[in-house]
Every structure is written in structure tokens, then in C-alpha cells.
């Protein structure tokens, strides 16, 4: 009985963990839903986390050898610094006639696969970290019987997987209530490529942190000093979204 209260306590911890990994994730998806119309938005969230718990699952089996590939997330953290980058000097330079253009191409659906595949990529690179988080967390369970699962036993592997099972399901309606939020305040979308540049900020220390790289200490990325960091400046950047983007929408309304 105690050692089932004890794996129950430890996957309401994965849950909860995975749950605000989720936060920040899930604004980088709906990001990249956005430009789709609203009834292929639903579907590339579907099919791009779909693909992505796919690789979540083969790489729970593989964790002990991805764990030395700091690439997956240098290559995540380059990524998203692009996008985020491009988008916002895009929205501030480009021309109305390229945003009208650009508006009817996604309006016609162009892209669909590729945004799926985008999808894919970047939980890819948000799925080594959380898996370390949560191996961390599962290996101080007692073992259960002999059978081990890529060299985890196979009772800390299962609460790992339903772990990562329901911050998959968790970040996809997440993401899908951030979609909602960009829809109804389109002045929001300058602060979730913020978010979206600050959360590739957080792979970049992920990255460096690796002990392959070793510019900053193993432990930084995981140390309350860090997460305080990161936590205050993203709650910032969406505050500050926010407030501006709600007035904005109220000074449109009474000029109408």
C-alpha cells in the first residue's frame, strides 16, 4: 500500500510538472497554428502532438543515449529564436499589401503539412528536457520486481509514460485555448513571439548547461535562481501583452 501511495504522489508530481512545461509550449504552438484558417487549426495541433508523442514514446526506450545529444536542443533553441525574430521584424516592417497576400494564402489552407511538421519539431526539442525532469523524479521511486525498459525499471518507465501521456493532452488544449485568445486579441500575437524567442532563451541554457558544453553549471537550468528568472520575465512579456493589446482592442471599438 505504501509503495502505491508513494508511485501515486509521484505521478501527480509528473502531472503537475509536465502541466507547466505546458505553459510555455503551448504558446509556441498556437503560434504556429495561427496563420491557419480555424478549421485546419484543430487539426495540425492534432496531428503535429500526435507525431510528436510518438517520438516522446520511442524516446523514453532511448533516453539514456538522446541525453548526449545536446544538438536536438541547440537546433530547437536556434529555431524558435528564428521564427521569433522574423515574425516580429515582419509585423513591424512589412507592407500591407504582403500581409493581405500572405493573409489569402492562409486563408486557403498553404502550409497545412508543413506547420504539422513544425509542431513536431519544436515539442522535439521540449521533450528531452521534460523526460530528464521526469527521469530525475521517477528513478527516486523503489523498483518494482526485475524488468527494466531502457534501463529504467519498468514500474518508474509506466508512471513516466502516463506522466507524459497527460502533459501531451494538457499542452494540446492549452494550446488550443491560446489560439482562441490570439483569435479574439490579434494585438497579443507581438508578445507570444516574444514568449516564443524567450522560451528558445531557455533551450539556449539548456544547451550550454549540457555536460558536453559545459558553459554554465549542470544544475543552472533546474536551480529556483533560473526559474524564478524565467517564470518573471515570461509573465512579464504576457502581462504587458495583454494590458496593451486590451486597450488597444477597447480604443478600436469606441473609434467604431
Do not use: C
Amino acid at each position: 500500500m505504501d509503495i502505491f501511495l508513494e508511485y501515486a504522489w509521484v505521478l501527480v508530481v509528473l502531472i503537475v510538472l509536465e502541466g507547466l512545461l505546458a505553459a510555455d509550449n503551448a504558446v509556441v504552438m498556437a503560434v504556429m497554428v495561427k496563420h491557419l484558417p480555424k478549421d485546419l487549426q484543430k487539426k495540425a495541433l492534432f496531428y503535429g502532438l500526435f507525431g510528436a508523442f510518438i517520438f516522446r514514446f520511442v524516446a523514453l526506450f532511448l533516453i539514456t543515449v538522446l541525453v548526449n545529444y545536446w544538438q536536438i536542443q541547440a537546433v530547437g533553441a536556434l529555431y524558435l529564436l528564428f521564427i521569433s525574430i522574423k515574425n516580429i521584424y515582419e509585423q513591424k516592417f512589412k507592407k500591407e499589401e504582403e500581409e493581405e497576400e500572405n493573409e489569402e494564402k492562409s486563408q486557403k489552407g498553404k502550409g497545412f503539412w508543413a506547420t504539422v511538421a513544425k509542431v513536431e519539431f519544436a515539442d522535439i526539442a521540449f521533450a528531452v528536457d521534460s523526460m530528464l525532469a521526469a527521469v530525475a523524479i521517477a528513478v527516486t521511486l523503489p523498483e518494482v520486481g526485475d524488468f527494466h525498459i531502457g534501463g529504467i525499471n519498468a514500474g518508474q518507465f509506466a508512471v513516466m509514460f502516463f506522466g507524459g501521456i497527460i502533459g501531451m493532452i494538457l499542452m494540446r488544449f492549452a494550446a488550443q485555448w491560446f489560439v482562441k485568445i490570439l483569435n479574439d486579441y490579434p494585438d497579443l500575437e507581438t508578445a507570444a513571439f516574444l514568449i516564443v524567442g524567450w522560451v528558445g532563451v531557455k533551450l539556449v541554457v539548456l544547451t550550454l548547461s549540457h555536460d558536453k558544453v559545459g558553459v554554465l553549471p549542470h544544475d543552472f537550468p533546474h536551480s529556483t535562481t533560473w526559474e524564478i528568472i524565467f517564470w518573471g520575465v515570461l509573465l512579464a512579456i504576457a502581462l504587458g501583452g495583454w494590458f496593451t493589446s486590451v486597450a488597444k482592442k477597447k480604443k478600436h471599438a469606441t473609434e467604431e
